[in-house]
Every structure is written in C-alpha cells, then in structure tokens.
C-alpha cells in the first residue's frame, strides 16, 4: 500500500513535533512518500497536475500538519482548493481520489481537557476537523479516524523538547499502525 504525506508546516526547521513525526514517517518500512508544501512551493501557484498526479499514484493520503487556529496552516487549505478540482475530485467525472483512504494527523498546543464543552476551546478535536471530514464525504475518500496529539509545543522556558519529541514520536507510531491496518 502507498501512502503519501501532504505535509503543510510553515517553517519546518524551527518545528519539533511535526519534524520528528515526519523523521519517524522516513525512517519506517513502509512505501511513504513525504511532500511538504512550503518547501514545494512559495506562494499560492502550485503545480496542480503534479499534485494530482501524485494522488492518482497513492492508496492513503496523510494530511500532516500543527493545528493553527482550530484548522491546517494555510499552504494546506490552498492546496485542497485548487486540487480537489471539478472533475477530478468533485462534479459528474470527479471520482479521482474515490475510494482511497484519508488520514488527518495533526499536533495541537492546547490540551485535551481543552477540547471540551467546558474547556476554553469548547470543542472536541473531532468536531473542529468537520470540514475535513466533509470534504472526505464530498469526494468519495474514506475518511480514517484523525489521529491527533495534544501538549505539542516546544518551550525553551519549559525545557520540554524530549517531551515533545515523545509524544510526536508516539503519534508517529500510531499513524504507522493505523497504515499497516489499512494494508
Ligand atoms: C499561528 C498558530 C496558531 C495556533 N493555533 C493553535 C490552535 O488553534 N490550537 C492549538 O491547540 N494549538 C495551536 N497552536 C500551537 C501549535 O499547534 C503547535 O505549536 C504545533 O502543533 C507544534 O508543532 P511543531 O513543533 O511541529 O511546530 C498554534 C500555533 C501557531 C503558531
């Protein structure tokens, strides 16, 4: 089974958890491809057969990304607007990507106690990736549970890179889990 990483991350070298997933994601057995959005691409062109291409190629797709502001970095969301286009992803001859499968994999700040009714974000996680999960429905691609970790962020004051680093490492063993399932 293939699997390819849509990694959106605006500044990769400065990231901890992202950067250690995507190290686990390398270092695996298993047939991954990584393509990371910022480093492909500077602005809002992007080279849309290319990207098709590369998910007519795959089994699973991996959207790979620290939440900001309850969502994807904006490279992502560029990304799905211009390449689940009429025909290819959506609309009378849009069954593309049909039938593959969708992983949203992402590393969170808050914690979990956050993403509660009573918590300061008031949602679950769950239900802030709706839309991802909608655009999984619209376009045919089964739509796997998001895999997600909470306390992510790297504080020099806090001193919690190895921290960080194990959970991110973890979350990486749980994706890879969830990909041996699916082949
Ligand atoms: C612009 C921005 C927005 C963020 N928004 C959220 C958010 O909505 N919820 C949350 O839990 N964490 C949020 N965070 C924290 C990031 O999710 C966290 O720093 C990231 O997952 C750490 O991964 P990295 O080490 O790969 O950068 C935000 C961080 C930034 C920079």
Redesign the pocket.
Known sequence: MKTLVILS?P??A????????VEEFKKSSQNITIRHLEDLYQGYTIDVAAEQAALLATDTIIFQ???????S?PALKNWIDQVFDYNFAYGPEGDKIKGKNLIIS?????PQE??LPLGY?HFRVGELLRPFEQTAYLTGLNYIEPIFT?R???SPEANNKTE?EER?RSHAKRVLEQLSQLA
């Open positions: 991350h500044n990769l400065s990231s901890v958890a992202n950067r250690t997933v990304f620290p939440f900001y502001w309850y969502s970095p992402t590393t969170l700040g808050g956050a993403y974000n909470h992510c962020v790297f960080v991110a």
